[in-house]
């Protein structure tokens, strides 16, 4: 079993600052890349950032500037630093891990059960 764990979203005004952080637990054998969805009702689920094993980064054109993500390895932890907040990056956040859970399995990609974020203006 796998499970991602989030944690740091809430009620925050317009300008403002939030990390949200994702724990990854269970049998890894591989981790590869590690990222942050959003998703808003009535909406699909887009990418907000994603980082691989390597470090590259990858951002959503709206989050470029503005969010940092980054991961540690070690830990099997992915964080999204966000600032200058804005009311419509309002949603769920849901972490998400491309992995691995043995040298010869497959790979599959797990998700989180979602923190939310509100940004009021």
């Known amino acids: 079993q796998v499970q991602l764990v989030e944690s740091g979203g809430g009620l925050v005004q317009a300008g403002g600052s939030l990390r949200l952080s994702c724990a990854a637990s269970?049998?890894?054998?591989?981790?590869?890349?590690m990222g942050w969805y959003r998703q808003v009702p009535g909406k699909q689920r887009e990418l907000v950032a994603a980082?691989?094993?390597?470090?590259?980064?990858n951002y959503v054109d709206s989050a470029k500037g503005r969010f940092t993500i980054s991961r540690d390895n070690a830990k099997n932890m992915v964080y999204l630093q966000m600032n200058s907040l804005k009311p419509e990056d309002t949603a769920v956040y849901y972490c998400?891990?491309?992995?691995?859970?043995?040298?010869?399995?497959?790979?599959?990609?797990?998700w989180g059960q979602g923190t939310q974020v509100t940004v009021s203006s």
């Open positions: 980082i691989t094993s390597g470090g590259s980064i």
């Open positions: 998400n891990a491309d992995l691995s859970r043995g040298y010869y399995s497959g790979r599959s990609v797990y």
């Open positions: 269970g049998s890894i054998f591989s981790m590869y890349s």
